[in-house]
């Protein structure tokens, strides 16, 4: 380049990061993160050990188990009182769901004794713009 098209006052870095710099970085990571999760496998299992020799007497009032509570299979968790929690919760709220769509979109009985029915909310809409709300007198003084 010409040095007359060069500005004096603008200055670029000469010297880029080095791609050995970069990889040595990343595998130093590597590295260190697989230590760190040696470490707290190690740790965690020492806890555990420490944990299962180390716990108070059963009451006399209990049965004995033979299986670990901590890990509890669906069996053991219908044996659980209610209310439980949620074991698939997509399933779940998804019969809830269509019982409410149900609800909006049928016609029904909310009270019998006092004649107090539900109708669809597309129809209930309908007659809303058709009649209007109710609306209440204004007090005058």
């Given amino acids: 380049m010409d040095n007359e098209h060069m500005n004096a006052d603008v200055e670029f870095e000469r010297e880029d990061l080095s791609a050995a710099g970069i990889f040595a970085f990343l595998v130093g990571l590597a590295i ?15 806890l555990d ?29 219908n044996k659980f009182p209610l209310p439980r929690l949620e074991v698939n919760e997509r399933a779940e709220i998804y019969g809830k769901r269509i019982q409410e769509e149900e609800t909006l979109n049928t016609y029904g009985w909310v009270d019998k004794t006092a004649g107090v029915v539900r109708i669809p909310i597309g129809e209930a809409m309908k007659l809303a713009v058709e009649r209007g709300l109710p609306a209440r007198e204004t007090e005058r003084r």
Avoid at 32 to 46: A, C, E, K, P, T
């Fill in 49 to 77: 050990n420490y944990d299962k020799t180390h716990q108070p007497p059963p009451s006399p009032m209990s049965r004995p188990t033979s299986t670990d509570l901590r890990q509890p299979t669906p069996q053991d968790a």
């Fill in 32 to 46: 260190s993160g697989f230590v760190i999760h040696v470490i707290l496998v190690g740790m965690y299992r020492y």
